[in-house]
């Protein structure tokens, strides 16, 4: 079994509001992620595969696909959008809205991942939000 | 809906000066063990630690823990203590060497006191070519 890492940047605007909350209990919880104008980050995007390496090809799976299946499912929907407002996970209109935190962006990702990159398996979804705060999903399971 | 696997790491960053030194070795034996670290004055890093936490992701805040009170933590019990010191002089070093193993367990010892969330992996870089990664009891994976 290999492991292949794959890297992909997005840039995105969001801030972090529970609706169930009042004003000031968003604000202390959340300070100044909770400012409704948004803010935002330049993430950086790890995905990681494992897989065995095909004998002809010397692959686990053709990085061009990979970097494809990335730009389709999450760059192309999260690149210079306003999480909030306009990626259905986060939005308010979503049967149950994520607050778009580093967390959540590591889970949302994991699930449009999930199944889409032949002949490999997921193994990890890192998302930084900065250089010195990350998250990894590894999937659905024990936590 | 199923539970998912969820890890949270934060970087910090501190500068430190040390000697590795052990008073158990004769001094040319100390030389041999640890070279140019054995230096009688000492000598410095660019220290990052990396704490990973574990937890079941707040439904309410999408959090696995908060970060604010997680960063006022650190700064009150690893970086105001370590940043800019001679770790030698600290505590935990009076008679233990301070290798990046060895501060590797003591940033351990400090973060399992974090009370929100589940320490998983301290990983430590003292040079941007030495890196090491500690777990307690448990079998480190490499932070990176």
């Known amino acids: 079994m290999l492991l292949l890492t794959r890297k992909a940047d997005f840039s995105a605007a969001h801030f972090y509001w529970n609706p169930a909350w009042s004003e000031a209990e968003n604000l202390r919880v959340f300070g100044r992620c909770a400012n409704r104008q948004g803010h935002g980050h330049n993430y950086t ?45 986060f939005m308010p209109t979503a049967a149950a809205p994520l607050v778009p935190t580093t967390e959540n962006l590591a889970i949302a990702i994991w699930r449009r991942l999930e199944g889409k990159v032949p002949h490999a398996r997921l193994h990890r979804v890192r998302v930084y939000e900065m250089p010195d705060l990350f998250a990894d999903c590894f999937g659905e399971g024990v936590a | 809906m199923s539970r998912p696997h969820v890890h949270l790491s934060r970087r910090y960053h501190f500068s430190a000066s040390h000697r590795l030194h052990a008073d158990a070795l004769s001094p040319e034996r100390n030389r041999e063990v640890f070279g140019k670290c054995n230096n009688p004055f000492g000598h410095g890093h660019n220290y990052v630690v990396q704490v990973t936490f574990a937890g079941p992701i707040d439904p ?26 001679n770790l030698n002089t600290l505590p935990a070093f009076l008679d233990t060497v301070p290798t990046t193993e060895n501060l590797c367990r003591e940033v351990w010892r400090i973060f399992t006191e974090f009370p929100h969330a589940t320490l998983r992996l301290v990983h430590i870089e003292e040079t941007g070519n030495n890196a090491f990664d500690y777990a307690g009891e448990a079998v480190p994976t490499t932070g990176n």
């Open chain 2, 60 to 85: 309410a805040t999408g959090m696995v823990l908060d970060l604010a009170a997680l960063d006022s933590f650190a700064q009150t019990n690893l970086l105001a203590p370590f940043d800019h010191a």
């Open chain 1, 45 to 89: 995007l790890e995905v990681t595969v494992a897989g065995e390496v095909d004998p002809v090809t010397g692959f686990v799976v053709d990085l061009k696909q990979l970097k494809d299946i990335l730009e389709s499912e999450v760059v192309s929907v999260f690149d210079h959008r306003h999480l909030n407002h306009e990626v259905p996970e």
